[in-house]
């Protein structure tokens, strides 16, 4: 017999489909080993290489960022505070301005109502002097036109 004609001897229950999912297996096979160069090992390393060496400088920029932050943090802290402080003094700066606003309103109004009182006592002593000078005057009248001694 010749080569083509000896055949392994299959076991009797395997089927055609377990032949062809192995046959598709060593194709799988061969194609991974082709697809792979004999260099990849050190391609992977190198990549690697290069993605500690990213991820340390990462590190690095993201400490840096977070003494930064908190620089920033402390400043901001620092102006709330200053801002706090100088808005309570001017709010106790403008509670003594209305407190001293609403004293000298009282005051004013007081001087109001004593000049009110007072112009009211000139107006009644001037009506009391120009009383007289008016009766006075038409008495002088009624003697010039009606002659009367």
Same mark, same amino acid.
């Given at each position: $017999?010749?080569?083509?004609? !000896?055949?392994?001897? %299959?076991?009797?229950?395997?089927?055609?489909? &377990?032949?062809?999912?192995?046959?598709?297996?060593?194709?799988?096979?061969? !194609?991974?080993? !082709?697809?792979?160069?004999?260099?990849?090992?050190?391609?992977? @390393? @190198?990549? =690697?290489?290069?993605?500690?060496?990213?991820?340390?400088?990462?590190?690095? /920029?993201?400490?840096? !960022?977070? +003494?930064?932050?908190?620089?920033?943090? *402390?400043? $901001? =802290? #620092?102006?709330? *505070? /200053?801002?706090?402080?100088?808005?309570?003094?001017?709010? *106790?700066? $403008? =509670? #003594? #301005?209305?407190? +001293?606003?609403?004293? +000298?309103?009282?005051?004013?109004?007081?001087? &109001?109502?004593?000049? /009110?009182?007072? $112009?009211?006592?000139?107006? #009644?002593?001037?009506?009391?002097?120009?009383?007289? %000078?008016?009766?006075?005057?038409?008495?002088?009248?009624?003697?010039?036109?009606?002659?009367?001694?």
């Amino acid at each position: $017999m010749s080569e083509q004609q !000896i055949k392994e001897p %299959v076991a009797p229950y395997t089927t055609a489909a &377990i032949e062809i999912e192995e046959k598709a297996r060593e194709q799988a096979r061969e !194609i991974v080993q !082709i697809q792979f160069p004999p260099y990849f090992e050190r391609f992977l @390393e @190198e990549r =690697d290489r290069r993605f500690s060496s990213d991820l340390a400088h990462l590190r690095v /920029e993201i400490q840096r !960022i977070r +003494e930064e932050l908190g620089v920033l943090r *402390a400043e $901001m =802290d #620092r102006r709330f *505070a /200053e801002a706090k402080e100088e808005r309570e003094s001017l709010r *106790a700066e $403008m =509670d #003594r #301005r209305f407190v +001293e606003a609403k004293e +000298e309103r009282k005051s004013l109004r007081e001087d &109001i109502l004593r000049l /009110e009182q007072r $112009m009211d006592t000139h107006l #009644r002593w001037i009506l009391g002097l120009l009383f007289s %000078v008016i009766l006075g005057i038409l008495a002088i009248i009624f003697r010039v036109f009606f002659g009367v001694p």
